[in-house]
Nanobody, 125 residues
């Protein structure tokens, strides 16, 4: 199972970005997928997730109403997006996508089996 994140960049406060996470591997369509982020000196924190099998989404309070996860699944290719709007300087972090076989709403990094590379998001004030 391989995850590849992209789409980070520098944006002004109030702006928008869309991150992508392309996932590949056998039976990958059966995994729950999530975004986490980590700012310098901070622990890795949960941003949002899309559950399997119903794609129900759950978000951290800090991003609720501003960030939206969508996911495109088929057996050959799965892509998860994170649409970020009304960005704030405190959203600055490296963003990671992750995948898990844990059902429900796993929000702890240790519940995730696979991790993608990080993509840097910087929001200037």
């Amino acid at each position: 199972v391989q995850l590849q994140a992209s789409g980070g960049g520098l944006v002004h406060a109030g702006g928008s970005l869309r991150l992508s996470c392309e996932a590949a591997g056998p039976s990958f369509g059966t995994y729950g997928m999530a975004w986490f982020r980590q700012a310098p000196g901070n622990e890795r924190e949960f941003v949002g997730l899309s559950q399997w099998p119903d794609s129900k989404t759950t978000y951290a309070d800090s991003v609720k109403g501003r960030f939206t996860i969508s996911i495109s699944r088929d057996n050959a290719k799965n892509i998860m997006y994170l649409q970020m709007s009304n960005l704030k300087p405190e959203d600055t972090a490296i963003y990671y996508c992750a995948a898990t076989l844990v059902l429900g709403t796993p929000t702890r990094p240790r519940e995730y089996d696979y991790w993608g590379n990080g993509t840097q998001v910087t929001v200037s004030s």
